[in-house]
């Protein structure tokens, strides 16, 4: 079994104040890893128990200010998927990204598509025309495009019809995401602030939309006609192991040099301090161990 994804945390900063953020489970300041010390990682990875794809957050990652570098290096190896996880805010800079390559998808994390209700969703004024910019250019350019929509408690019916519909007409990924809870937004998100799976279907039935899979980790919604479907993302993690799935195939890089394999904590933390290929062949040799890979 080979790792299916690296989450490679670029950056802390962002622009955006979304009470519900997780980033990721694990809060950073330093940046030490440098485009090079990442291929070098992946690369490590990849010979010690395969990699799918370098997946690139934070954080905004188009803050981070070597995030092309790290794509580039990481794109010469031509042997991983890329990803880019983004509020969309950045227009500029995606089309910055897209000149260094095509062959990248582009997640677009967006709670909502009516300016009212992103901005209470996100804490801010003024972004939402940015993020539709992106989503324009993207799809003009025939890049795929992957939707996250953090279903929110008070994540409307009519506002979840918008983004659901819109992905459906411009053939974007549209992923619904369950809310979860951690260490870094515990303060801002109660137990009560999360709606339930079951009130997050209901909602999603009253769109024409019903479930056809049924996992652990993952719901798939598919309406009457057959003929879109998307995929609720359940918050499996909620500060425990006792609903963290048998199929262990993500790990995390933060930009500081931490290596995890749970980001809620559950797991302990490698450190990479020299970025030497004996100290990565120790790190992963570690990681193949605590993930049980045969």
Avoid at 80 to 100: D, Q, R, Y
Avoid at 152 to 165: D, F, I, M, P, T
Wanted: with cysteine.
């Amino acid at each position: 079994m080979s790792i299916r994804t690296l989450r490679v945390l670029c950056t802390p900063r962002c622009n955006l104040n979304c009470s519900y953020c997780c980033r990721e489970g694990y809060a950073f300041q330093k940046t030490v890893c440098t485009p090079k010390n990442l291929a070098d990682f992946c690369a490590a990875v990849d010979s010690r128990v395969g990699l799918e794809r370098v997946k690139f957050t934070g954080g905004e990652p188009l803050l981070c200010e070597n995030l092309f570098e790290m794509v580039e290096a990481v794109g010469d190896l031509r042997k991983f998927k890329l990803s880019v996880v983004t509020n969309g805010t950045h227009p500029a800079k995606i089309a910055e990204l897209i000149s260094v390559t095509r062959e990248i998808q582009v997640a677009v994390s967006l709670p909502a598509w009516t300016r009212a209700e992103y901005n209470r969703a996100t804490g801010t004024k003024g972004f939402l025309p940015q993020v539709k910019a992106s989503l324009k250019y993207l799809t003009s350019k025939e890049i795929a495009v992957r939707l996250n929509v953090v279903v929110r408690k008070e994540s409307s019916v009519q506002g979840l019809r918008h983004l659901v519909e819109k992905s459906r007409i411009d053939e974007w990924d549209f992923r619904a995401i369950e809310m979860t809870r951690n260490s870094l937004n515990r303060k801002a998100v109660s137990a009560k602030d999360i709606p339930s799976l079951y009130s997050i279907q209901k909602r999603f039935n009253s769109l024409g939309y019903y479930q056809t899979r049924d996992s652990a980790s993952t719901t798939l919604f598919t309406n009457h006609n057959r003929d879109h479907s998307f995929e609720l993302t359940k918050a499996f993690c909620r500060d425990g192991c006792t609903r963290c799935p048998q199929d262990k195939s993500c790990i995390w890089l933060a930009a500081d040099g931490t290596v995890r394999t749970c980001a809620w904590g559950n797991k302990p933390d490698y450190r990479i301090d020299t970025w030497t290929m004996s100290e990565l062949d120790s790190v992963t040799h570690a990681l193949e161990n605590d993930l049980r890979l045969p």
